[in-house]
């Protein structure tokens, strides 16, 4: 697995990041049954740069936590079977490995919302990849029967790193 992250913000968590971000990540391609090497790219921004990624990208003018962008048009979230054959598509010919997408964070809100919430910026930062990696597998949570499988996946892979609400 490859990821680079990126933080054009000024702002820093009380913990490695990228090496938590590693974690995480691994973890969600681990249970997800992943059977490729991957590569995904992480950008850390504020809440200016967020609210403008997500203005041009979605037409959407304020601000978010979290934006994904998944690579690959899956037929069923973490169904694989579709790279097959799609290669050329999917896969970093330098590397040989399946990009997955692209994640935007607004660390901002993670400082926000994990006050909001009452919880540890440690678990606000990786709950908001795990959310972000089930986007880039192809989960989504529009309707609320789309919602009943993403979220309990999400507390369940936080659970299994002993990453809960403090």
Do not use: W
Not at 100 to 129: C, M, P, T, W
């Amino acid at each position: 697995m490859t990821f680079y992250v990126e933080n054009e913000s000024n702002e820093t968590l009380p913990f490695d990041m990228e090496e938590m971000a590693g974690v995480v990540i691994e973890k969600v391609l681990e249970i997800e049954g992943c059977p490729f090497e991957t590569e995904i790219n992480i950008l850390i921004t504020d809440n200016e740069g967020i609210k403008k990624y997500n203005s041009e990208f979605r037409g959407i003018d304020q601000e978010t936590d979290v934006l994904s962008f998944p690579n690959i048009d899956y037929d069923e979230p973490s169904d694989f079977s579709c790279i097959e054959g799609q290669e050329a598509d999917y896969v970093n010919p330098e590397t040989d490995e399946v990009i997955l997408g692209d994640i935007i964070l607004s660390i901002n809100k993670v400082y926000s919302q994990a006050e909001e919430y009452g919880h540890s910026l440690k678990r606000e930062f990786a709950f908001l990849i795990v959310h972000s990696m089930l986007h880039l597998l192809g989960y989504d949570h529009i309707n609320e029967a789309d919602a009943m499988v993403m979220e309990p996946k999400q507390e369940a892979i936080l659970a299994s790193l002993n990453i809960t609400r403090e």
